[in-house]
Structure formats: C-alpha cells, structure tokens
C-alpha cells in the first residue's frame, strides 16, 4: 500500500472540492430555469426580478426554444412580459417560429401599450420577416382586409 505525498492529497481534495461546486451551481441553475418559466407562467413579476438580479439570462429560450418573450406573450403573461420588456439585457426581437417578433404579435392584438414600450425599448418596426413583411404591415393588412369586408 502506498501513502499519497501532501501534493497528491490537495490535488484531490481540489478536485473533490470542484466537483461540489459544479454539482451545486449546476443544481441551482435546473431549479431556477424550472422557477423562471414557472413564474412566468404565473405570471409573477417578483419572481422573475428576483432571478434577474440573482444573474439568470432573461433571454432564455424553453423547452421549445422560444425566447422568454415570447412565452410570456403566448400565455398572455402580461405582467411578466413587462418585467422582462424593463430587463435591459432582455432582447426585444426575439422571433417565434413562424417569424413574428413579439412587436407583430402585439400590434396583431391591438396591444399599443406593448408596443409602444417594445419600441421604446428598441424592437425595429421596419425589419423584414421572411416574407418580406415588415413587423406593422401584417396587423395593417388585417385591418384593411377587416374594413373591405364591411
């Protein structure tokens, strides 16, 4: 049987040590990821804040890879959309998978205060989907169809 020298032993505990580390951050991540989404889905503004400040990505996309945006604006999490819409690392243009940002679907929904807070904050009016519509033309057309109509 051979006894480790001093160095051997504080290499190993170094790593046993990193380990740990790694197993906690890793943990603490799963739950708030779990957390950030169910807030959302809650639509609990505090919660969401509080894992901002606690350095968690507001750009996170889920399980579907849609950007937090827009899974707020899908579960009409209104709340919670606007603490991520103040969040300034929060990326207003994210686009869902049909290429509708979070602006169209607003002004889709006749959402002005939303989209006046979206373009404050940013989100460009005038970018092309890949139809080549831009982000106010398609609740424009809508609105035109609606009034031919009459």
């Known amino acids: 049987m051979t006894l480790d020298t001093p160095s051997v032993i504080r290499s ?28 959302i889905a809650d639509d609990k503004p505090q919660v969401i804040e509080q894992l901002l400040l606690r350095g968690f990505d507001p750009n996170t996309v889920d399980e579907n890879g849609q950007a937090a945006v827009l899974v707020a604006q899908a579960r009409e999490s209104y709340k919670a959309l606007d603490q991520l819409l103040r969040w300034p690392e929060t990326q207003v243009e994210a686009r869902n998978k049909a290429d509708e940002s979070v602006l169209m679907l607003a002004a889709l929904k006749g959402q002005l205060d939303l989209c006046r807070l979206l373009i404050e904050r940013g989100a460009d009016v005038n970018k092309r989907s890949e139809e080549h519509t831009s982000e106010l033309q398609s609740p424009c057309n809508l609105v035109c169809r609606l009034l031919l109509e009459k």
């Open 12 to 39: 190993k505990i170094k790593k046993f040590i990193y380990l740990i580390v790694f197993q906690c951050f890793s943990v603490a991540y799963a739950g708030s990821y779990e957390d950030f989404f169910k807030a």
